[in-house]
């Protein structure tokens, strides 16, 4: 095995990392990027720190264009942008496609109640891929095909391996990105199911502050930094 050179810096050491065995994943190629790993996140502070291949960018309001815009700013890697499908659906999610690739965005997202025939009214209108939603496994997935999603994104919890086999018995070919689950084992059983890339959810921006806070004190760093301060005041 070749040895792969790294670097990390000082102040950039401590990125998150994605789970090393999304890697085993096959990947898609989209526009000459081959995306294995997507990071579910709309935190710019987590997107900026951590070394994953994409962002999935779905959030449980109505989508906005100046989220979007933010996000695909600061990210360093593609962004697959939400446009909703539930509450917000119809031709506000066909203008916001078009918003999200005039943006930059690499993909739209729609979830998963979205009518079939504005699926195909987004794909009629944009020219990044139009990645669908598979929350139940109970939808119709061949609907969703049918109506043109490029991509099917399933996200049915613990139940997402058996969907994905599923899927993936019907439809050799559909690329499929999935929920991987939260640990290694778990992710490997949705790779197997033929998952072609999976989606990550990092800790929160407050779980990983509390795990700093906690080698601060761990350290005596807080009393120290008093100490230091009075110091400076005499």
């Given at each position: ?32 990027k081959?995306?294995?790993s ?30 979007a ?166």
């Amino acid at each position: 095995m070749k040895r792969l050179p790294s670097y990390n810096g000082t102040l950039r050491s401590h990125f998150l990392n994605v789970p090393k065995c999304i890697y085993t994943c096959s990947g898609i190629l989209i526009f000459g990027k081959r995306i294995k790993s997507l990071v579910f996140s709309t935190d710019v502070a987590i997107i900026k720190n951590i070394n994953t291949d994409a962002v999935i960018a779905v959030y449980p309001f109505t989508p906005q264009s100046q989220i979007a815009k933010a996000i695909i700013e600061i990210a360093d890697v593609p962004v697959f942008v939400g446009v909703g499908g539930g509450v917000t659906s119809g031709h506000r999610s066909v203008l916001l496609a078009i918003e999200a690739e005039h943006l930059g965005a690499y993909g739209v997202v729609v979830n998963a109640p979205i009518a079939g025939d504005v699926i195909t009214r987004i794909k009629e209108t944009v020219d990044i891929p139009v990645i669908a939603t598979i929350a139940s496994a109970q939808q119709d997935v061949a609907e969703r095909i049918a109506a043109g999603a490029d991509i099917l994104n399933v996200a049915v919890a613990a139940d997402t391996p058996a969907v994905v086999s599923d899927i993936r018995s019907h439809y050799p070919d559909i690329p499929i990105i999935a929920t991987g689950g939260p640990t290694d084992d778990t992710i490997r059983a949705t790779i197997a199911a033929g998952a072609n890339a999976i989606t990550y959810t990092p800790p929160t921006n407050g779980e990983l502050f509390a795990e700093k806070m906690r080698a601060y004190r761990k350290n005596g760093f807080g009393r120290n930094s008093i100490d230091g301060a009075t110091s400076q005041r005499h």
